[in-house]
């Protein structure tokens, strides 16, 4: 017979998790997602709204059943991080979540403290998941009553706010029921719609990713519509006008040794001679390849703030790696005047 942890149990662990920063903690005892998420992410999949990401279709029926990431599950821990976001974005914009370290390697590493610190103390076993398992991530946090889903699909932590990544503990142990269910304190507020500059977020809160910014400067490889090039204005790396836009969020100020990874003006500018490997080890920016870093320079280069001339002498300067690079090369210049 499997331990079945208590509330008393259930503080213990959640004490623990917010002593390493953690700002939200629950519980699940679930196994499967409910129909009505099924037919809302077959019909999010069935308008192609994953644009370039596929592998959002193979991973469909994997997220259905948590016993796909861990075959024994009985109960799982969702968990929320607070990340910090500026105010505004300016070029070259990386987004707060990929400044410093790869946040993958920092969270699965507390993650793995806190699952150490439950078999320390109650045994088990677990698995920990941090974004990339076929785990609906939001859909786990929102049932483990960390928050609500707001209009622009970030879930959103009560005092905290949408700037949070979200990780899980799934384990074989079995909790008693929290039935905890945070109600949407989005209202009448529409910022996040009125802000994203491409008009990405749907009516259902939902992404058409294939108008996203984040997902054209982080997850595709193919090039934007020519009719985006202008609204990257500058975006490197990410975007969160819909995070930074929320009242919700809570700004805080970053440190300068917490802002060595974003490069200074004139090393972006140079970016093509830069021992990429090096300057991004670690970082969430190395998720990406040259290529597709690359890629993200050019389109940066000509929606920033740099003069026309400028501008045109660095895009003429560049030297295609790829096809993709060649057309983006063309299409840009031929906008310069
Ligand atoms: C693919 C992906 C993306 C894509 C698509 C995003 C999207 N909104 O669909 C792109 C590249 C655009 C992206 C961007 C970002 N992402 Co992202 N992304 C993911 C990933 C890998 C899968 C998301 C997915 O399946 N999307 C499809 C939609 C339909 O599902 P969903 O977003 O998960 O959630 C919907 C359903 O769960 C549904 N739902 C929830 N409960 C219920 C209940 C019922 C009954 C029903 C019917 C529906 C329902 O409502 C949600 C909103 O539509 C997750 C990690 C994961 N494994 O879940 C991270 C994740 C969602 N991303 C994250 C982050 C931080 C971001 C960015 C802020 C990064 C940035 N600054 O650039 C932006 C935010 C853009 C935005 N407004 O969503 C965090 C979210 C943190 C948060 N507080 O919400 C996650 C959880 C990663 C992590 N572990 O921290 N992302
Ligand atoms: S990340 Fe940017 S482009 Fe994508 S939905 Fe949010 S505001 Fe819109
Ligand atoms: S900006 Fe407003 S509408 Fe959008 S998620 Fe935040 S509170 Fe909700």
């Not at 942890?5 to 959640?14: E, G, V």
């Not at 790869?102 to 590493?109: G, V």
């Not at 150490?116 to 483990?144: C, Q």
């Not at 090039?229 to 009242?247: L, M």
Request: glycine share 6%; aromatic share 12%.
């Amino acid at each position: 017979m499997n331990t079945t942890l208590t509330t008393p149990d259930l503080l213990k662990i959640q004490n623990y998790a917010k002593s390493l920063g953690f700002v939200a903690t629950g519980w699940l005892n679930l196994k499967t997602v409910e129909p009505e998420f099924v037919s809302f992410y077959q019909n999010w999949l069935n308008r192609g709204y994953q644009g370039d990401m596929e592998y959002l279709v193979r991973h469909f029926p994997l997220k259905q059943s948590f016993t796909n990431v861990f075959s024994e599950v009985e109960s799982i821990m969702v968990l929320a991080f607070p990340y910090k976001v500026f105010p505004t974005a300016k070029p070259p914009f990386i987004s707060g979540y990929a400044r410093g370290m790869d946040y993958h390697l920092i969270l699965r590493k507390k993650l793995t403290k806190i699952a150490n610190f439950i078999t320390a103390n109650f045994s088990g076993k677990f698995k920990v998941a941090v974004d990339s398992a076929p785990l609906p991530e939001r859909y786990l946090a929102r049932l483990a009553g960390l928050g609500w889903i707001g209009k622009s699909g970030n879930f959103i932590v009560p005092d905290h706010g949408p700037n949070v990544f979200l990780g899980e503990i799934l384990t074989n142990l079995k909790v008693q029921p929290q039935n905890r269910i945070i109600p949407d304190q989005c209202g009448n507020c529409n910022l996040c719609l009125n802000n994203c500059p491409t008009g990405a977020i749907n009516h259902d809160k939902t992404i058409n990713t294939k108008l996203c910014l984040s997902a054209y400067t982080t997850e595709f490889n193919s090039l934007p519509p020519i009719r985006l090039h202008q609204a990257f204005s500058g975006r490197f790396f990410g975007c969160e006008n819909c995070v930074s836009f929320c009242p919700h969020t809570k700004f805080q100020p970053f440190t300068p040794e917490e802002l060595t990874t974003p490069l200074t003006k004139e090393e972006f500018i140079d970016l093509p001679a830069l021992k990429m490997g090096r300057t991004f080890k670690n970082t969430t920016l190395s998720r990406l390849s040259r290529k597709k870093l690359l890629q993200n320079y050019l389109l940066a280069i000509y929606s920033g703030p740099l003069s026309t001339s400028q501008k045109k002498a660095l895009l003429k300067k560049f030297k295609p790696e790829t096809t993709n690079h060649q057309t983006l090369k063309k299409q840009l210049l031929q906008k310069i005047p």
